[in-house]
C-alpha cells in the first residue's frame, strides 16, 4: 500500500513539474509583471529553428524514487530486496530523466537582431503562434535582469 501511494505521489510530482513557464516574447510571468525593462530595436538579420530542452533533474530523483519502492518489493529476503531497491533507483532515475526531458522539450527559434544603435544580439525564445517573425522585420529586443525577448 505505502508503494502504491508513493508511485502516485511520484507521478503526480513528475507530471506537475512538466508545467514550466512559457518562453515566448509575448508571455510574462506575474514577477515580471510591473517591472522596468531595457528596451532597443532593431531589424532582425537572421531566424534559425532551435530546440529548448527541458529539466531532466526532476524527473530523474523521482524516478529514483518510484523505482526504489518497487524494486524493494522484489524477492524475498534483506538482500535482495535492497539489491532490488538500489538496481530499481538507477533504472527509475534513467527513465525518468528522459520522460522529463521528452515532456519538457520545446521548440524554439534564434533571433539575431541588429540593433539601431550598434552590435547585434541573439536571443532564444520559444515560438509562439502570435508573433510570427521574419528576416528584415522591424522589432523591440526587451531586457530585465537575466531575460531577454524579442517582440513586435
Same mark, same amino acid.
Not at 107 to 127: M, P, Y
Given at each position: 500500500?505505502?508503494?502504491?501511494?508513493?508511485?502516485?505521489?511520484?507521478?503526480?510530482?513528475?507530471?506537475?513539474?512538466?508545467?514550466?513557464?512559457?518562453?515566448?516574447?509575448?508571455?510574462?510571468?506575474?514577477?515580471?509583471?510591473?517591472?522596468?525593462?531595457?528596451?532597443?530595436?532593431?531589424?532582425?538579420?537572421?531566424?534559425?529553428?532551435?530546440?529548448?530542452?527541458?529539466?531532466?533533474? !526532476? =524527473?530523474? &530523483?523521482? $524516478?529514483? +524514487?518510484?523505482? *526504489? /519502492? %518497487? @524494486? #524493494?518489493?522484489?524477492?524475498?529476503?534483506?538482500?535482495?530486496?535492497? !539489491? =532490488?531497491? &538500489?538496481? $530499481?533507483? +538507477?533504472?527509475? *532515475? /534513467? %527513465? @525518468? #530523466?528522459?520522460?522529463?526531458?521528452?515532456?519538457?522539450?520545446?521548440?524554439?527559434?534564434? &533571433?539575431?537582431?541588429?540593433?539601431?544603435? *550598434?552590435?547585434?544580439?541573439?536571443?532564444?525564445?520559444?515560438?509562439?503562434?502570435?508573433?510570427?517573425?521574419?528576416?528584415?522585420?522591424?522589432?523591440?529586443?526587451? *531586457?530585465?535582469?537575466?531575460?531577454?525577448?524579442?517582440?513586435?
Amino acid at each position: 500500500m505505502k508503494t502504491q501511494a508513493l508511485l502516485l505521489l511520484s507521478a503526480s510530482l513528475l507530471f506537475s513539474s512538466c508545467a514550466q513557464n512559457s518562453l515566448t516574447g509575448d508571455t510574462y510571468s506575474r514577477g515580471e509583471a510591473g517591472q522596468a525593462q531595457s528596451v532597443s530595436k532593431g531589424r532582425i538579420t537572421s531566424i534559425r529553428p532551435v530546440k529548448i530542452e527541458g529539466n531532466s533533474q !526532476a =524527473g530523474t &530523483i523521482l $524516478g529514483g +524514487i518510484a523505482g *526504489g /519502492a %518497487l @524494486g #524493494s518489493n522484489i524477492g524475498g529476503g534483506r538482500a535482495s530486496n535492497t !539489491a =532490488g531497491a &538500489i538496481g $530499481g533507483a +538507477i533504472v527509475g *532515475g /534513467a %527513465l @525518468g #530523466s528522459q520522460a522529463q526531458q521528452a515532456m519538457g522539450s520545446r521548440n524554439g527559434i534564434e &533571433i539575431s537582431v541588429r540593433l539601431d544603435q *550598434g552590435g547585434t544580439v541573439a536571443v532564444v525564445q520559444e515560438v509562439s503562434r502570435n508573433e510570427q517573425f521574419s528576416v528584415g522585420d522591424r522589432v523591440r529586443v526587451l *531586457g530585465s535582469g537575466s531575460r531577454t525577448r524579442v517582440s513586435y
